[in-house]
């Protein structure tokens, strides 16, 4: 029994697609019937051209195909996943294929197999795409949840102060509890955003019809109870509701990292403005600060993840270059945009705007 009969054999049986093709020939020898059940092709046409296969390949694919079939008459052998169009159905078909040589170890015919591995495939990016928003809600969760817990951290210290002179020693040995927990979760919060954990955001958005000067009061209303701002805080809202359809969780992390940002780069001296209108049919959030600004060189790259623009704060504050980047995906999430104008030591605005809501 021959090479042949035993693939004839084993071919009869198999799901997979076995073959031999002929280099000399040009031409299969052997072709097993579950070829048909993935290419919709006349076996005899195909006899005369096997290129016609190579047609099937999607065009970004082709020159993968191109660099195994050049690596086969080298005489390695290749395991390649490509993907096949036919009649508008996408497939993802693995072959695995070996080099067939004569006495002279010259390359006379390959042989080898394919199989649907599109299932798997889309098993495969589904994973992928689960771990990304995995990775997503690890890095916006833990990056924004620094502010809030620098809140309590500070409201403690309040309260430590308040009743330092009545010798309540109960009272401050909790709120010393308070800010030791604190300073355990932000050194957690720093040990989640590692490199692992910093990849592209793409997260699901739940709106629902909002005022929008009532979310960005409230978010301003934690930092000025929190005696968080040095800074002169200026809001400036219509008297009108601004009515919109917000993530109303995702714009509190847009403003909470743009006040963090102001915070961070304006002397205590200066001042921090929001300002609220509407523009036609867009609600403008104009976030100005009289903070050292940014340079030039900078602008272009500030929303970039963990860009150039990075930089530490008046402060010393470290900066992983993670608020501006995720404050520019969670507006384009919202259906918004934002932009940023900065005269060198003179401050900084942010300006986002969103659509107004459509009745």
């Known amino acids: 029994m021959d090479h042949l009969d035993t693939i004839h054999q084993i071919g009869q049986q198999s799901a997979k697609v076995l073959f031999q093709y002929n280099l000399t020939q040009q031409q299969f020898d052997y072709l097993s019937p579950a070829f048909h059940d993935l290419w919709d092709m006349d076996e005899a046409r195909l006899q005369k051209s096997a290129l016609q296969l190579l047609d099937t390949v999607v065009e970004d694919d082709r020159p993968a195909v191109l660099r195994c079939w050049h690596k086969l008459l080298k005489g390695d052998h290749v395991d390649e996943i490509v993907r096949v169009q036919q009649h508008g159905r996408l497939r993802h078909i693995r072959y695995i294929v070996y080099p067939i040589c004569n006495a002279a170890q010259k390359v006379v015919a390959v042989a080898g197999m394919a199989e649907n591995v599109t299932r798997q495939q889309d098993f495969i990016n589904y994973l992928a795409e689960f771990g990304q928003r995995k990775d997503s809600v690890l890095e916006i969760v833990s990056h924004d949840l620094r502010g809030p817990l620098a809140v309590v951290k500070s409201v403690a210290g309040l309260i430590r102060r308040e009743v330092h002179e009545n010798t309540r020693q109960e009272i401050e040995h909790y709120t010393d509890i308070i800010e030791k927990a604190c300073i355990q979760c932000t050194d957690l919060i720093q040990d989640l955003l590692s490199e692992e954990h910093l990849r592209s955001p793409e997260v699901y958005v739940h709106k629902t019809r909002v005022d929008l000067n009532d979310q960005i009061r409230n978010v301003a209303e934690l930092y000025q109870k929190g005696q968080m701002v040095q800074q002169q805080f200026i809001l ?72 150039v623009a990075s930089r530490q704060g008046l402060n010393g504050e470290e900066s992983r270059g993670l608020g501006l980047s995720i404050v520019y995906e969670l507006v384009r999430l919202q259906g918004g945009s934002i932009e940023v104008q900065s005269n060198g030591q003179h401050g900084t605005c942010f300006t986002v705007r969103l659509p107004l809501y459509a009745d």
């Open 236 to 307: 400036q809202l219509p008297q009108e509701p601004l009515m919109l359809e917000l993530d109303q969780i995702k714009f509190s992390q847009i403003m909470n990292n743009l006040i963090s940002n102001s915070i961070k780069f304006t002397p205590k001296e200066g001042s921090i403005t929001i300002r609220a209108f509407q523009e036609g049919d867009e609600a403008v959030v104009e976030h100005s600060d009289t903070g050292i600004g940014i340079p030039e060189h900078l602008l272009s790259k500030l929303f970039e993840r963990r860009g």
